[in-house]
């Protein structure tokens, strides 16, 4: 956010906020005005903030349709992790950093922000930025994703245990195949991972 100040900023992190834990569901209209009043804010922020939602994915619009919450379905979500692991190959390929220099990954919370911090270190190992970026848009897309998937997934901290300890000695022959693998059990269980959460009333927070 820029210009538009304080209040800009505040708005756009209170809709991200609510879009990350679940808040609308997928297809759910977004009205400015009506969010605007939730908000105690006037419109202008709010529509600046849903067009920078937007431009992250996270938020839609056309012509004449307003905004409203994406509509995710097998075939998409199967894109998300495909690309997601896409990118974290190529930062894997491009890193240069020097061990020594590479800070200790600091993991809390659940295991959907856990992903999200260990695959943004991974991101921050390229020395192409724009990796750590896109890396940090697809951990907001796959949020709820991830929240989903404890309902369907078994041992998931065990097997973000073994990343963090691959991150931790800067092993990227090992973790090239623990990113494949990772996201590979995630496809296969796409449609169960959509199914519980589309059941779940809220998520939790992303941070």
Same mark, same amino acid.
């Given at each position: 956010?820029n210009a538009a ?7 756009y992190? /209170?809709?991200?906020?609510?879009v990350l ?6 297809? #759910? ?18 529509r600046?903030?849903?067009?920078v ?6 938020? !839609?619009?056309?012509?004449?349709? @307003?905004f +409203?919450?994406?509509?995710?379905? !097998?075939? /998409?979500?199967?894109?998300r992790y495909?690309?997601?692991? *896409?990118?974290?190959a190529?930062a894997?390929?491009k #890193? ?5 220099? $590479? ?5 809390? @919370?659940?295991?959907a922000? $856990? =992903?999200?911090?260990?695959f943004?270190e991974? @991101?921050?190992?390229?020395p192409n +930025?724009? +990796?750590a ?8 897309r796959?949020h =709820? =994703? $991830?929240? @989903? ?6 041992d998931i901290?065990? *097997?973000?245990? *073994?990343?963090a ?6 092993? !990227?022959? #090992? ?5 494949a693998?990772?996201?590979?059990r995630?496809?296969r269980? #796409?449609? =169960?991972?959509?199914r519980q959460l589309?059941r779940?009333d809220?998520?939790p927070?992303? *941070?």
């Amino acid at each position: 956010m820029n210009a538009a100040g304080p209040t800009a900023e505040r708005i756009y992190e /209170a809709l991200k906020a609510y879009v990350l834990r679940g808040i609308f569901r997928p297809g #759910a209209r977004l009205d400015p005005a009506v969010l605007a009043d939730q908000l105690n804010s006037s419109v202008t922020p709010v529509r600046a903030g849903l067009n920078v939602l937007t431009g992250e994915g996270l938020v !839609e619009t056309g012509t004449g349709e @307003g905004f +409203h919450i994406p509509l995710i379905d !097998e075939p /998409a979500l199967k894109d998300r992790y495909a690309w997601n692991a *896409e990118i974290l190959a190529i930062a894997l390929r491009k #890193a240069r950093t020097p061990p020594a220099a $590479r800070r200790e990954v600091e993991e809390a @919370g659940n295991s959907a922000v $856990r =992903a999200a911090t260990l695959f943004l270190e991974i @991101g921050r190992w390229s020395p192409n +930025h724009e +990796h750590a970026r896109a890396i940090s848009l697809m951990n907001d897309r796959l949020h =709820a =994703a $991830r929240i @989903g998937e404890t309902g369907v997934l078994g041992d998931i901290d065990g *097997e973000l245990d *073994e990343i963090a300890d691959a991150i931790g000695r800067c092993d !990227e022959t #090992a973790l090239r195949p623990m990113i494949a693998r990772y996201h590979r059990r995630r496809s296969r269980s #796409a449609a =169960a991972i959509l199914r519980q959460l589309y059941r779940m009333d809220e998520l939790p927070p992303a *941070e």
